[in-house]
């Protein structure tokens, strides 16, 4: 997916938030920003895809700022919320509350439908949006405007290889049901950031929370950047990539990075439409959850 007029003022945005949650010292926000500033007008093309300028706009305030996780604050708290959340949104859980006489509502099922939707609510977390937000986003049952996840699952089982690309740090706890679901059929391999980029999960994220093991197969992409950017990318992760019989892909920055490749049919997006450009992409309304086989 190539850059809007929209995503400019996005990217300017993301400038000034970036800078300023990685520096205090005001002069050296104000030169991040204005670096940042001369790569995204110099960048800036209806060509390239914002994934791209993203990445160098974060290197340069990275560098000038000598903050090399700008986000890590932003990441704790989205765990955190995310962490809290599980005990009331688990699988399992009804039975649970129910043994000791509590109700909880809008949990989900143990199957892969509950799974899916589950780890599809985690990608409301988001670094442009409110805590109180996020929370009541996520408790919210929701449903997806399209759908291809019966496709998906039939192939899910005849599959020997599945790459799962994860998306915000944040949804590491609720993305887990659905790895360890699907690796009941096939090999599964949890794929992270190599490094920090906004509030992408990392392998570091990942060991912190506790979950490596749970997991099980995991690898990162070899590059920090929003989405892929396979001209960046490891070796090894493109190896896995093209020998993979299916990739599921959260987030809209794995969207904006696989839609610029041909139609395969192995290619699941799982996301939360949360801007007009990729809405408007998908087809579908602003704020619309989707599973879209591609």
């Known amino acids: 997916m190539k850059l809007t007029r929209q995503c400019y003022d996005c990217l300017r945005g993301l400038i000034c938030q970036a800078a300023e949650l990685a520096t205090d010292d005001?002069?050296?926000?104000?030169?991040?920003?204005?670096?940042a500033v001369k790569v995204l007008d110099g960048e800036f093309s209806y060509e390239q895809m914002s994934i791209v300028v993203a990445t160098k706009i974060h290197k340069v305030i990275q560098e000038i700022t000598g903050n090399s996780d700008p986000y890590r604050a932003v990441k704790k708290r989205e765990m955190a919320i995310a962490r809290e959340l599980c005990p009331e949104l688990s699988l399992g859980a009804e039975a649970e509350s129910r043994k000791h006489g509590r109700k909880?509502?809008?949990?989900?099922?143990?199957?892969?439908?509950?799974?899916?939707?589950?780890?599809?609510?985690?990608?409301?977390?988001?670094?442009?949006?409110?805590?109180?937000?996020?929370?009541?986003e996520v408790s919210k049952p929701i449903d997806f405007v399209v759908d291809d996840s019966q496709g998906f699952e039939l192939r899910?089982?005849?599959?020997?290889?599945?790459?799962?690309?994860?998306?915000?740090?944040?949804?590491?706890?609720?993305?887990?049901?659905?790895?360890?679901?699907?690796?009941?059929?096939t090999n599964v391999i949890y794929v992270v950031k190599p490094s920090p980029v906004q509030d992408?999960?990392?392998?570091?994220?990942?060991?912190?929370?506790?979950?490596?093991?749970?997991f099980g197969a995991i690898m990162t992409t070899g590059v920090a950047s929003p989405g892929v950017i396979f001209a960046l990318a490891s070796d090894e992760f493109k190896r896995e990539f093209e020998s993979a019989d299916l990739i599921?892909?959260?987030?809209?920055?794995?969207?904006?990075?696989?839609?610029?490749?041909?139609?395969?049919?192995?290619?699941?997006?799982?996301?939360?439409?949360?801007?007009?450009?990729?809405?408007?992409?998908?087809?579908?309304?602003?704020?619309?959850?989707v599973v879209m086989l591609q």
Do not use: W
């Open 248 to 289: 599921f892909a959260k987030g809209m920055g794995h969207y904006e990075s696989l839609s610029e490749l041909p139609r395969q049919g192995r290619f699941l997006y799982c996301l939360m439409a949360k801007c007009e450009p990729v809405a408007r992409s998908l087809g579908v309304p602003l704020n619309s959850y």
């Open 26 to 35: 005001a002069l050296t926000r104000g030169k991040a920003i204005e670096e």
């Open 104 to 136: 909880r509502g809008n949990l989900y099922r143990d199957d892969f439908q509950g799974c899916l939707r589950l780890a599809a609510a985690a990608n409301t977390i988001d670094f442009f949006r409110e805590p109180d937000s996020i929370r009541e």
């Open 156 to 185: 899910l089982r005849d599959a020997s290889k599945i790459l799962y690309l994860a998306d915000n740090a944040g949804e590491i706890y609720l993305d887990l049901p659905l790895v360890k679901y699907m690796r009941r059929f």
């Open 200 to 214: 992408d999960a990392t392998l570091e994220d990942v060991r912190e929370a506790g979950l490596e093991s749970e």
